[in-house]
């Protein structure tokens, strides 16, 4: 299953430094969503998802310098402490490893700029400059 994590490039860089990180809840397609949400398909439903967490983003980047930004980890089952509505908890932190890719809100909160995660690290100076 895939969770979407709204963070800081502050958070980004500690994460990808330390290799974990305690994780908030990650937006993610729990039974309740799918439920809610059964006339989506997987690819509507994980936009959804990650427009939940660019709402989260843009709060963030409120509070703090620099835009916002969303990690797509991908977790299992045992990793999961807790299934809300439409989030997960994870039992332990996250792993740096789990993480799939990174998406750059856009100021408006509308837009999702995709990098993988090999494009991450050479990004996360510019991205912590603003």
Same mark, same amino acid.
């Given at each position: 299953?895939?969770?979407?994590?709204? +963070?800081?490039? *502050?958070?980004?860089?500690? !994460?990808?430094?330390? @290799?974990?990180?305690? &994780?908030? #809840?990650?937006?993610?397609?729990?039974?309740?969503? =799918?439920? /809610? %949400? %059964?006339?989506?398909? $997987?690819?509507? @439903?994980?936009?959804?998802?990650?427009?939940?967490?660019?709402?989260?983003?843009?709060?963030?980047?409120?509070?703090?310098?620099? #835009?916002? !930004?969303?990690?797509? =980890?991908?977790?299992? $089952?045992?990793?999961? /402490? *807790?299934? @809300?509505?439409? !989030?997960?908890?994870?039992?332990?932190?996250?792993?740096?490893?789990? +993480?799939? &890719? /990174? !998406? =750059? +809100?856009? #100021?408006?909160?509308?837009? =999702?700029?995709?990098?993988?995660?090999?494009?991450?690290? /050479?990004?996360?100076?510019?991205?912590?400059?603003?």
């Amino acid at each position: 299953m895939r969770g979407y994590l709204p +963070v800081t490039a *502050e958070e980004i860089s500690t !994460f990808l430094s330390s @290799g974990t990180m305690e &994780c908030g #809840p990650l937006y993610a397609p729990t039974i309740k969503f =799918l439920t /809610a %949400n %059964n006339d989506l398909d $997987d690819e509507q @439903g994980e936009y959804m998802l990650s427009m939940l967490a660019a709402d989260e983003a843009i709060e963030m980047r409120e509070e703090s310098t620099g #835009p916002g !930004f969303i990690l797509a =980890l991908e977790i299992t $089952d045992p990793q999961i /402490a *807790e299934h @809300g509505e439409n !989030f997960v908890n994870l039992k332990e932190n996250g792993r740096w490893e789990d +993480v799939q &890719c /990174a !998406f =750059l +809100v856009s #100021p408006d909160g509308e837009e =999702l700029t995709w990098f993988a995660t090999q494009e991450i690290s /050479a990004a996360i100076s510019q991205w912590i400059k603003g």
